[in-house]
């Protein structure tokens, strides 16, 4: 039975969490969102004898990507990101364009992308389940705890926003949420909680 990894890391000014998840069995992780700090997202990986094995982008706002090209030159490894934004990377190579429900591995665990747009176009959250633990859900800046993602920037759409929010709103309770940023009373919360106590998801969710 598959064991999940999860390091919730804080990183940089900006309150943004980096993450490392993967299949604690295997030793692979994936990293979600280097932001800012690879030194921290390297330490913490060598400390737990994990091995980076691929690079997950929820989406391409500097403070989310801004570890990239030092990270990929100590570990040269894919870099998923949604169609709609790869123009917005800087030039790496090993570049795999995602799109809604595309998939892939992480040792033993199947990570799948939902396609959430509204904070940026191609705003992509990251679902990673196993066996007898309460799925995972990575959502960038399209849902903090008890909050939501600006929609008052350049490519953001408010009705975008609220359709995603209502995706998420979906599934199940159990499921753990982990943001972008460090915005709420708490680090993650489940969606059975923020349906209580987040009124973006809450009011999304009965629309
Ligand atoms: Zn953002």
């Known amino acids: 039975m598959t064991q999940l990894f999860i390091r919730q890391l804080a990183v940089g000014p900006m309150q943004n969490f980096a993450y490392l998840v993967g299949d604690a069995q295997a030793k692979k992780v994936a990293v979600v969102d280097p932001g800012w700090d690879a030194d921290t997202i390297f330490a913490e990986a060598k400390g737990a004898g994990v091995e980076i094995v691929a690079v997950l982008i929820t989406h391409t706002h ?3 990507i801004k570890a990239i090209e030092k990270l990929l030159n100590h570990a040269p490894v894919p870099v998923y990101v949604h169609r709609l934004e790869v123009g917005q990377l800087p030039r790496i190579s090993n570049i795999v364009t995602t799109d809604e429900g595309t998939t892939m591995t992480i040792g033993s665990l199947t990570v799948r992308c939902h396609h959430t747009p509204g904070h940026s176009p191609g705003c992509q959250c990251f679902d990673v389940g196993a066996v007898r ?5 990575f959502t960038g800046d399209t849902l903090f705890i008890d ?18 929010l209502k995706r998420l709103a979906h599934f199940p309770p159990e499921t753990i949420v982990y943001p972008g940023h460090d915005y709420g009373p708490t680090p993650t919360a489940t969606i059975g909680e923020q349906l209580k106590t987040n009124s973006f998801l809450r009011e999304a969710a009965g629309s």
């Open 147 to 164: 909050a939501c993602g600006r929609t008052d920037l350049p490519g953001s759409d408010p009705n975008a926003m609220h359709r995603s």
């Open 62 to 64: 500097f403070d989310h």
């Open 133 to 137: 633990e309460p799925p995972l859900l």
